[in-house]
């Protein structure tokens, strides 16, 4: 009765609202169809492109749609708009992404910002829940699938490239949000962007400072105890990004810190006062353009990284942990670029030296050593890339290929093909590639003596995709998967049980296939979308890690079917109104262990999140926009199951909150 009662309400605040403003702004409204399915997307091909053309499986996430989405974060927006995208707990607090069905967490989705790679480099992973903040998000383009052979060994099942505000984008903002569960904050963000600009100099700065929290519900451990998570699941977050434009120069920074309390460790709670962990990260990117004619473009790169991941200091009868290393990494390359009438052709080079530095003071007892008994560990990645697109007038063809040398995990040598073809009222898409994961910088140094060397992951993947323009400024696609890996690198417990130092090896093969759609309407008044997924679990002869016994589709924690959804309704030119909902269907996970130290699997029953809010543009002000909004209107039980048969319970999450956001644009 409750949720009928909401969704009334909701529907009688869209369909009352009054009022008019002769200014018309460019939101999602005012895009018509043509200009959404003709946006030029650079992610698959390194180079600009249709989307409709582009021979990749991908999402674009605009601005406008964020801000209509009611979305506090990136786990909330991926779990809406991208199908096939999910989150699950690792250790010690860290939720990590899953991509149709498979745990991609360490290494498997390479995550970008601005084009600047953000996975660590001791673990390859990468941590959500109040991080990378959307406020000074222009958009967000994702390859829902694999990546390698233009990418290289993070980009297995996907890749992620959050593009922030744009350089030559005139004036500034400043917004706060505050989200509010009635007894803690769930957000509590500032975030700020602004623009300078002379002659051929073009500089732009954004920047988030936050905290937030995760739950206020109760975790309950591997061993059936109980510890609320009201101040003790704390994020917090800063973040910094540069662009200078100089005619052909380009430079990108970015400075991110991450940190959040935990409680929750490994299988038990920690019973002392909330611990703090903490990403760090420090990027910066130069390129200059060479254009020796209209047609070729010569790009030179150098990369700098520096990161302290997996920061965290632990000293209990039951978990002695420290971690204070250090990763930097140098890379630099370069690319070519020729487009001459509907041929493209795009080639690069890259040297990669990373290092892995342990801290000067060492504490043997607790803080994990080089097995070389140095202070740094070195590791090397030569690779080579090219791709050729050509288009005619039966179709459109994509070939492409990447090579790695690697000086820890030799070579690697993935392929890709892909067709296409753009009618008017529909486009058709079939690919063929490989992938490959080099796991991150520690894993070599967690291989036992006698063991074999780890090898690369390899994936192989097939899809299949098909879109059609409908009545009513409509458009729906559909796209088929099929994709396994062999050489599975998995971890296994160390010897202590206690410090969670084990080691990696390679084991036999996972896979998954399936279904997804994405349906877009645009009207003047009313905009909706949603999205389906769905996976079966396939190719698997030793995967007893992430399977679910007795259930041989299924995939711990990830439920096969995914359906979400979402309605815009601009109320006038000042106010729109929007729902927002997605279903996750029954899901399966190892929450605990029995007096006989049975791992207990349960089910988790199906949910429904729903969310909603109001926009009002220009209040009191020019420029000034509020919006209110509240998420997990029915107070589901959300959580995030851990999705492998790891000793970890699934951990809270989304509680129900209330909250606004105040925007100003000059």
Not at 545 to 570: A, C, D, H, M, T
């Amino acid at each position: 009765m409750k949720k009928w009662l909401a969704l009334g309400l909701f529907f009688l605040i869209a369909f009352s609202a009054k009022g008019q403003d002769k200014e018309e702004e460019k939101d999602i409204f005012n895009l018509s169809l043509e200009e959404l399915l003709n946006l030029e997307v650079s992610i698959s091909t390194k180079t600009a492109t249709n989307i409709r053309n582009t021979p990749g499986i991908l999402t674009v996430i605009t601005s406008d749609e964020i801000k209509q989405s009611g979305a506090k974060g990136i786990i909330e927006l991926f779990q809406l708009y991208v199908p096939g995208f999910d989150f699950g707990v690792d250790v010690e607090g860290v939720i990590g992404m899953g991509v149709r069905g498979i745990w991609a967490h360490e290494g498997k989705v390479l995550f970008m910002i601005n084009g600047l790679e953000m996975n660590d480099g001791m673990f390859a992973t990468v941590p959500f829940g109040n991080h990378f903040p959307l406020d000074n998000v222009e958009r967000i383009e994702v390859i829902r699938g694999p990546g390698s052979a233009m990418y290289g060994g993070f980009a297995g099942m996907g890749v992620v490239n959050i593009i922030t505000r744009d350089v030559y984008k005139s004036g500034g903002y400043v917004s706060y949000t505050a989200y509010h569960t009635g007894r803690q904050f769930a957000q509590n963000n500032v975030s700020f962007g602004t623009g300078v600009h002379q002659n051929y100099l073009n500089i732009g700065i954004s920047g988030n400072y936050g905290n937030g929290s995760r739950s206020e519900r109760d975790y309950i451990d591997y061993h059936g105890q109980s510890r609320s998570m009201r101040n003790a699941s704390d994020t917090y977050t800063r973040q910094l990004d540069l662009k200078v434009n100089y005619k052909n120069f380009n430079l990108i920074g970015i400075v991110d810190d991450y940190s959040y309390q935990q409680i929750d460790l490994w299988d038990s709670y920690y019973p002392g006062p909330p611990l703090t962990e903490s990403f760090k990260s420090s990027l910066v990117q130069a390129t200059y353009d060479f254009k020796p004619n209209g047609n070729l473009t010569i790009t030179p790169k150098i990369t700098y990284k520096w990161q302290q991941p997996w920061k965290l200091t632990v000293i209990d009868s039951n978990y002695r942990y420290n971690n204070n290393k250090t990763f930097d990494g140098l890379l630099g390359g370069i690319s070519v670029n020729y487009t001459k009438n509907k041929l493209i052709l795009v080639g690069g080079l890259e040297l990669k030296h990373d290092h892995l530095n342990l801290p000067e003071l060492v504490d043997t007892a607790y803080e994990e050593t080089f097995k070389n008994g140095k202070e740094r560990l070195t590791y090397t990645n030569t690779a080579i890339y090219g791709l050729l697109q050509h288009d005619n007038r039966l179709v459109n063809f994509t070939i492409g290929a990447r090579y790695d040398y690697s000086s820890e995990y030799g070579n690697s040598f993935v392929p890709r093909v892909g067709i296409t073809k753009v009618f008017d009222f529909m486009h058709f898409k079939a690919m063929v590639s490989q992938s490959f994961r080099v796991p991150g910088g520690i894993l070599p140094n967690r291989l036992p003596q006698g063991n074999p060397d780890i090898k690369p992951e390899k994936g192989t993947s097939y899809e299949v995709a098909i879109g059609f323009k409908m009545p009513f400024q409509s458009y729906i696609t559909f796209n088929l998967f099929d994709v396994f890996f062999d050489k599975v690198i998995v971890y296994s417990m160390g010897n202590d049980g206690i410090t969670g130092i084990g080691y990696y090896k390679n084991v036999g093969k996972i896979g998954s296939r399936g279904v997804e759609a994405d349906f877009r309407n645009v009207g003047s008044r009313v905009s909706s979308f949603a999205t389906f997924a769905y996976y079966m679990r396939i190719h698997t002869d030793s995967d007893s890690l992430y399977n679910v016994p007795e259930k041989e589709n299924y995939f711990l924690g990830f439920s096969p079917i995914r359906v979400n959804g979402g309605i815009n309704f601009r109320a006038n030119n000042r106010v729109t109104l929007s729902a927002s909902g997605s279903y996750f269907g029954k899901r399966y996970a190892f929450t605990q262990k029995d007096n006989n130290g049975v791992n207990v699997l349960k089910k988790l029953n199906p949910l429904f999140l729903l969310g909603c809010s109001v926009n009002i543009k220009n209040i009191l002000l020019k420029g000034l926009t509020a919006t209110i909004g509240v998420n997990n209107i029915f107070g589901e039980p959300f959580v995030f199951p851990q999705p492998y048969k790891g000793s970890h319970a699934p951990l809270p999450g989304l509680d129900r909150n209330f909250g606004f956001k105040l925007a100003y644009e000059y």
